[in-house]
């Protein structure tokens, strides 16, 4: 029975240069990480509407949820809500992004 696995002596992590390019190697010291946290928004319906307004406008987004403690929810007067959702958006957007939600309500822009 024959192995099927890697081909003659080439280990199976290892691929050639017609597989992955020549440019490879500079592709991958392009940054990638290029999101960030746009504003906090306290309650779910205002999300939505953010979430909304992003779309329409083709702005990429991400949220993040932080579940906010007992004692917290308590005594600090900005987070009543149980969860505060975290926007995050391509760092490009952040100029257009601002000028459709910066005036909402229950929406903290996070970027000065």
């Keep these: 029975m024959k192995h099927l696995g890697t081909r003659g002596n080439r280990n199976a992590n290892q691929f050639s240069d017609s597989v992955r390019g020549p440019e490879s190697n500079e592709l991958s010291r392009v940054r990638v990480d290029n999101e ?3 504003c906090k928004v306290y309650n779910l319906k205002m999300k939505e509407e953010v979430e909304k307004i992003l779309l329409k406008h083709r702005i990429s987004y991400y949220v993040k949820w932080q579940e906010q403690t007992f004692f917290k929810r308590m005594f600090d007067s ?8 975290i926007i995050c958006i391509h760092d490009t ?19 000065p």
């Design 93 to 111: 957007a952040i100029e257009e992004a601002r000028e459709l939600v910066g005036e909402m309500q229950d929406v903290k822009i996070l970027i």
């Design 78 to 85: 900005e987070t009543k809500e149980k969860i505060i959702f």
């Design 36 to 38: 960030v946290e746009f």
